[in-house]
T-cell receptor, first 113, second 118 residues
Framework: GDSVTQMEGPVTLSEEAFLTINCTYT??????LFWYVQYPGEGLQLLLK?????DKGSNKGFEATYRKETTSFHLEKGSVQVSDSAVYFC????????????FGAGTRLFVKA | DAGVIQSPRHEVTEMGQEVTLRCKPI?????LFWYRQTMMRGLELLIY????????DSGMPEDRFSAKMPNASFSTLKIQPSEPRDSAVYFC????????????????FGPGTRLTVL
């Protein structure tokens, strides 16, 4: 079935380090792909998205490229800040039926000063 | 816009009691989703509605759970009777529905209701 697999956390980095959080997916058809971020005590909010192969989503210094050949959508940031500490969710949205969104398990990021 | 509104923000109840969680989606959004988040199971989709009609309720754990959407601006998730294992954060999210076209629309989440069943 359709699914999203992302790297287990927690990921602990020092400020200004490079971040990669891996995400791969399995889906029928051509889904849209998303990264959501959840700060402590809050709901999820969209970080970035890509709707077709080779699209690059970007926001707040974060980037992810929709790679259809490797069914991946890895999240990257060149220099993390303490304020980036949060849980990051990779998700896919099926573009058929009722447009259900499937979320990965989430990866917790800690950034140390 | 006020965003997705959920109430209450926190609920503490005793096992066996009925619990009702409420959600007001963003005006103009016609898809609504209920999720449950726990440390053990992560984020689980319970049910979702398009144009007030339940489309997929396969995630609803058991008959103790029920959800309704009587109109475009209000939905409830009810647990009766509640059990300690229902303790979790319950999120409501809404999104526009493109109706037959590939949708790239974002889900907008509410702040969640933290439920504790003693």
């Amino acid at each position: 079935g359709d699914s999203v697999t992302q790297m287990e956390g927690p990921v602990t980095l020092s400020e200004e380090a490079f971040l990669t959080i891996n995400c791969t997916y399995t889906a029928t058809g051509y889904p849209s792909l998303f990264w959501y971020v959840q700060y402590p005590g809050e709901g999820l909010q969209l970080l970035l998205k890509a709707t077709k192969a080779d699209d690059k989503g970007s926001n707040k210094g974060f980037e992810a490229t929709y790679r259809k050949e490797t069914t991946s959508f890895h999240l990257e940031k060149g220099s993390v800040q303490v304020s980036d500490s949060a849980v990051y969710f990779c998700a896919l949205r099926l573009n058929t039926g009722g447009f259900k969104t499937i979320f990965g398990a989430g990866t917790r990021l800690f950034v140390k000063a | 816009d006020a965003g997705v509104i959920q109430s209450p923000r926190h609920e503490v109840t005793e096992m066996g009691q009925e619990v009702t969680l409420r959600c007001k989606p963003i005006s103009g959004h016609n898809s609504l989703f209920w999720y449950r988040q726990t440390m053990m199971r992560g984020l689980e989709l319970l049910i979702y509605f398009n144009n007030n009609v339940p489309i997929d309720d396969s995630g609803m754990p058991e008959d103790r759970f029920s959800a309704k959407m009587p109109n475009a601006s209000f939905s409830t998730l009810k647990i009766q009777p509640s059990e300690p294992r229902d303790s979790a954060v319950y999120f409501c999210a809404s999104t526009p529905y493109s109706g037959g076209l590939p949708s790239t629309d974002t889900q907008y989440f509410g702040p969640g209701t933290r439920l504790t069943v003693l």
